[in-house]
């Protein structure tokens, strides 16, 4: 007799949904091995390499067999190096054994959730917001709170929305900035006034996603919360990791430093689920800390033009409005111009995701849905990806827009 597979599975499943930016991103490679001309701007993936002295880093550690188990929360080289380039990047005081290292940037946010969070705790989630935090936070058995953010400030959390997000039960705010799926990032007076608000609720803990911090055009800086506000060092993670600004998604390495007592919960748990990351890759992430930074302002100059370029021509197709980000490598459109109309294939666009589907199927363009990061209406396009696909991209796009009846 088969086995149902919901007799197997455990109801925590239920409370979450498989990513839907990966779900995008594999339907589009399969389309494409299918003989599909497709452009696929659906992965948060730079298209850079991972710069060569890197690489170099983790040849030689093979080579010299470090291929053998590290310390749970990573070697104690890469925690020193990960403390200093805070130091360095951010004026953040932390000690090695306050630093730990995890398989990716969501592995620290799996920690930091799980390790800490009961049954019915609330963890306040501004939108638009990463795919994964509210699954995180209900797999963790707590309550995620969103809190949409306006198109006209920004996408940006205000100060009077997070004091009135805050209850009794409230055990975590999740901070990202700059912002994934909008390229939003807060200035250090924007950043300012969220931090007087925390200060005056003390059981509130801060998690600062700050994957893109280095990715900000236009002279901006990124400033993170204990950066502004060194008093709620005490109850912040501070995340950070090698994937976004060193090129390094597949090395699957991120890190963050926090309380001493916080990091050892974390890695309580991280040594009952994956042990710690692999031992070349936190070979090549400590050449990317320790060595040389300039390559990344070259990314950035190149993502500003590409930011340029897609929010301009977007802006130029029918029904669709398009911010200019501050920083990461995303914009998020607005589609409202386009509900209600039908596709020139004959699909109804009647939703987000009816329109994205249709991009897909009529132009071969793969984005992903607004209502995936938790903020209906809009879509979002990665431009971490070459100038002529991004151009032929927006091209269909606006044919596609121009087709809506």
């Not at 398009?322 to 990461?328: F, H, I, K, L, T």
């Not at 793969?366 to 209406?377: E, N």
Request: aromatic content about 8%; charged content about 20%.
């Amino acid at each position: 007799m088969d086995l149902d597979i919901m007799d197997l599975t455990a109801a925590r499943l239920d409370r979450i949904s498989p990513s839907q930016t990966i779900a995008i991103s594999t339907k589009a490679r399969a389309l494409k091995a299918a003989g599909k001309d497709i452009i696929s701007l659906s992965a948060g993936e730079p298209d850079f390499d991972t710069p060569d002295t890197i690489k170099q880093a983790a040849i030689r550690a093979i080579e010299a067999g470090e291929t053998k188990y590290t310390d749970v929360a990573g070697t104690p080289a890469l925690r020193r190096a990960i403390a200093e380039r805070f130091r360095t990047d951010s004026g953040l005081d932390y000690t090695w054994d306050e630093v730990i290292v995890a398989n990716g940037g969501k592995q620290i946010i799996y920690n930091a959730m799980v390790a800490t969070i009961n049954p019915g705790d609330e963890a306040i989630i501004p939108a638009p917001c990463w795919v994964s935090y509210p699954d995180i936070v209900a797999l963790a058995e707590g309550t995620p709170v969103i809190v949409p953010c306006s198109v006209e400030n920004g996408f940006k959390l205000q100060p009077a929305e997070l004091e009135a997000a805050i209850t009794p039960r409230t055990r975590w705010l999740l901070l990202n900035s700059p912002n994934n799926p909008t390229g939003a990032a807060y200035s250090e007076a924007e950043m300012r006034g969220l931090c007087d608000v925390l200060l005056r609720h003390p059981d509130v803990w801060i998690l600062t996603d700050d994957i893109y911090n280095k990715l900000v055009y236009d002279g901006f800086r990124a400033p993170t919360v204990v950066e502004v506000e060194p008093r709620l060092r005490d109850r912040t993670v501070t995340m950070n990791g090698v994937s976004k600004a060193y090129a390094m998604t597949g090395w699957r390495i991120g890190y963050s430093a926090a309380p001493v007592q916080m990091t050892r919960a974390m890695n309580k748990l991280q040594s009952q689920s994956t042990s710690g990351p692999s031992s070349i890759s936190q070979a090549a992430a400590l050449a990317a800390l320790t060595g040389p930074q300039d390559f990344i302002g070259t990314m950035v100059t190149t993502y500003q033009a590409r930011r340029d370029l897609v929010a301009a021509m977007l802006n130029e197709a029918q029904g669709l409005h398009c911010p200019v980000p501050e920083g990461a490598f995303y914009v998020f459109p607005s589609m409202v111009g386009c509900l209600g109309k039908t596709s020139a294939g004959g699909a109804l666009i009647d939703t987000d995701e009816a329109f994205v589907t249709a991009l897909l199927d009529e132009e071969g363009v793969a984005a992903v849905h607004g209502s995936a990061f938790m903020f209906v209406g809009h879509f979002r396009i990665s431009y971490a990806t070459d100038t002529d696909s991004l151009k032929e991209a927006c091209l269909r796009i606006q044919r596609f827009c121009a087709g809506l009846r």
